[in-house]
């Protein structure tokens, strides 16, 4: 196909630059009125912070205990206040397994860190273990403020590589022993809650809680270059099979709120970022009676601009008002926390309800079709052990699969090509002219549509059937794509020259400079490779639009080339094979094409 820079072209390229430009100048007011907002949340977030501080360092302060005596029904925080002291300095313990360690601070009884220490998770720069809950706001297992709950005295005793027990005495006189165990081989920490209430009087905790731990987003905890990131909340109610799911961005705390906030019993609780999910399960016999949300404001690593702000959420499990009565009675309850890599098979694992928390696909309604594609991925990668190889199957199954209604929407396209004489034959036939009249305009195209559908039914042509197969792919491939852009499995994972299937394909040094769209450029083969046969498919796929059209898809893989630059290169890897085949299709297609129209000429002439 010729391609001509005439006025179409010129005209397209003039729609285009305007298209830019408007978004250069819009841009700047957006970003602007979002920094605005950010800098309100910010300023909200600092004048809370020396609270949440006072939490995280102490628990809570020793003058403000409330005690609850069920005999006497009064507070006696005035005698309280007067004999304890509350601790100021903590105790800690590191628990490790064949996965993950734990560090356990003993004066909040919570994860104050989780290092993962399977080498497909360790940061890519430094080669060293990525820690879950750095400079996070709430830790996991960690008693929701409390003015009872201070600890004046504190005990942490390890009894081995894989437990722990944490015994803390509070200011109201409950006795609370934590003990913390870890499987060998998964990411999972066991917390058993004993409370003792020794003296002589009922003691009724208001609002007893725990908290779970929140994770910030991927770029920001591990400095990876993801190509998209989302982070979530959720929680599952008691009996439900879907989890309540809540976008922590939202720059309205009343919406965040109304999203996190749930007043039934609920089963679990969940915090998670693209790759790694941080839940707490309630215990079965005693589910959190009410939940609700939390999140803190920060900057990325590296950055204090007010557009990069953002959430990090957090979820907290509430039993509600327990009261401990007197004497040796223990009240027990057991919590565990998942706070690991969203793995497919462990996720799985958890229960089918804990699968929402994968949150595959950014529209949740292709979500369904994504997560089958990540367990078909991993299955083919344990048959051929490559996750590269196990790609390239997927996508040629996938593409097998859709084979038929490819064809048909292929030669559909090229039945209509074959008509487009006919048809603008029949357009110059009844064409409007400066002389018309509106009845003779309306007259003229009602004739033309009547003859276009006469000439569609005795030619046998849909004009929408290559349209309406390749719509019906649409939902398919979107979560295909969805799936390996969100499969943690590939990270650090080598194929061919890619270091890292998650990453993109560089080859060579980067330049010194960034470009807009693309910014770091550096010699990516598979993009480059994939531009080339887009280019090749659509000299190949038969046209039946103007030639406006033509050129603007002629454009698209060039677009796609700025667009998609640094993609990771599992993505690139699926794109090229998809393009591959769709060649070799239309290849064959065009063959059997000639074929049957060799069969069609040569009858006549053998009767």
């Known amino acids: 196909m010729n391609f001509k820079f005439d006025k179409d072209t010129v005209l397209i390229v003039l729609v285009g630059c305007l298209l830019m430009g408007g978004w250069l100048l819009y841009m700047p007011k957006y970003q602007a009125k979002r920094a605005e907002e950010?800098?309100?949340?910010l300023e909200a977030t600092q004048q809370s912070a020396p609270a949440q501080q006072t939490n995280a360092d102490s628990g809570a302060t020793a003058t403000q205990p409330a005690i609850?005596?069920?005999?006497?029904?009064?507070?006696?925080?005035?005698?309280?206040?007067?004999?304890?002291?509350?601790?100021?300095?903590?105790?800690?313990?590191?628990?490790?397994?064949?996965?993950?360690?734990?560090?356990?601070?003993?004066?909040?009884?919570?994860?104050?860190?989780?290092?993962?220490?399977?080498?497909?998770?360790k940061l890519k720069d430094s080669g060293?273990?990525?820690?879950?809950?750095?400079e996070g706001a709430y830790r996991t297992f960690e008693l929701k403020n409390n003015p009872g709950l201070v600890p004046v005295s504190l005990d942490v005793n390890e009894k081995g590589p894989l437990s722990a027990e944490v015994v803390r005495t509070f200011a109201n006189g409950l006795k609370l022993t934590q003990t913390f165990t870890l499987p060998e081989d998964n990411y999972m920490v066991v917390?058993?809650?004993?409370?003792?209430?020794?003296?002589?009087?009922?003691?009724?905790?208001?609002?007893?809680?725990?908290?779970?731990?929140?994770?910030?987003?991927?770029?920001?905890?591990?400095?990876?270059?993801?190509?998209?990131?989302?982070?979530?909340?959720?929680?599952?109610?008691?009996?439900?099979?879907m989890p309540d799911s809540a976008d922590p961005q939202v720059k309205s705390q009343e919406k965040f709120d109304k999203k996190t906030v749930c007043d039934a019993p609920v089963a679990w609780i969940g915090s998670s970022n693209k790759y790694f999910a941080s839940l707490l399960f309630a215990d079965d016999a005693k589910p959190f009676a009410s939940t609700f949300g939390e999140r803190v404001w920060k900057f990325p690593a590296g950055s204090n601009n007010e557009k990069d702000l953002y959430a990090v959420p957090s979820m907290t499990g509430d039993f509600g008002?327990?009261?401990?009565?007197?004497?040796?009675?223990?009240?027990?309850?057991?919590?565990?926390?998942?706070c690991g890599p969203k793995e497919m098979a462990r996720i799985r694992a958890l229960g089918s309800s804990v699968m929402g928390v994968m949150h595959i696909s950014y529209y949740s309604w292709f979500e369904f079709i994504a997560r089958p594609m990540v367990m078909l991925l991993n299955w083919l990668k344990a048959l051929c052990g490559s996750y590269g190889i196990a790609i390239i199957l997927l996508t040629l199954i996938v593409r097998i699969l859709f084979w038929p209604v490819t064809q048909k929407a292929n030669s559909s396209m090229r039945r209509m090509q074959?008509?487009?004489?006919?048809i603008k034959e029949l357009q110059e036939k009844y064409k409007?002219?400066?002389?018309?009249?509106?009845?003779?305009?309306?007259?003229?195209?009602a004739e033309l549509?009547?003859?276009?559908?006469?000439?569609?039914?005795?030619?046998?042509?849909?004009?929408?059937?290559?349209?309406?197969?390749?719509?019906?792919?649409?939902?398919?491939?979107i979560a295909l794509y969805s799936a390996l852009d969100s499969a943690v499995e590939l990270r650090n994972v080598p194929f061919l020259w890619c270091t890292d299937l998650s990453r993109p394909d560089l080859v060579g040094p980067t330049l010194p400079f960034a470009l807009p769209f693309i910014g770091q450029v550096g010699f990516h083969p598979l993009v480059i490779a994939m531009t080339a046969l887009m280019i090749v498919q659509q000299k190949m796929t038969p046209t039946a639009g103007d030639s406006a059209q033509q050129k603007m898809m002629m454009l698209m893989p060039i677009i796609m080339l700025f667009m998609f630059y640094n993609l990771p290169s599992g993505l690139t890897l699926y794109w090229t094979v998809s393009q591959i085949f769709s060649i070799l299709q239309m290849k064959y297609g065009q063959i059997a094409a000639k074929r049957d129209e060799a069969r069609q000429t040569s009858k006549p002439q053998k009767a």
């Open 418 to 422: 074959k008509l487009q004489p006919k």
């Open 128 to 134: 060293e273990a990525i820690e879950l809950f750095r």
């Open 449 to 477: 549509n009547q003859k276009m559908m006469e000439l569609y039914r005795v030619e046998k042509v849909n004009p929408v059937g290559g349209c309406l197969p390749i719509l019906l792919q649409i939902p398919v491939f």
């Open 321 to 338: 008002a327990v009261t401990f009565a007197p004497g040796a009675d223990t009240v027990k309850f057991s919590l565990k926390t998942y």
């Open 68 to 121: 609850t005596d069920a005999n006497a029904g009064q507070p006696a925080s005035e005698t309280v206040a007067e004999t304890v002291h509350a601790l100021k300095e903590t105790k800690t313990v590191t628990l490790e397994n064949k996965l993950f360690s734990v560090t356990i601070d003993g004066l909040t009884g919570s994860l104050s860190s989780a290092r993962l220490l399977d080498p497909r998770y």
């Open 191 to 241: 917390c058993e809650y004993a409370w003792t209430n020794p003296s002589s009087a009922s003691i009724t905790v208001d609002g007893l809680g725990v908290r779970l731990a929140g994770l910030p987003q991927v770029k920001d905890l591990t400095g990876d270059k993801v190509y998209s990131e989302r982070l979530n909340v959720d929680f599952c109610k008691v009996g439900s099979g």
């Open 432 to 445: 409007e002219t400066p002389m018309d009249t509106p009845d003779d305009t309306a007259r003229k195209k």
């Open 38 to 41: 950010y800098q309100k949340m």
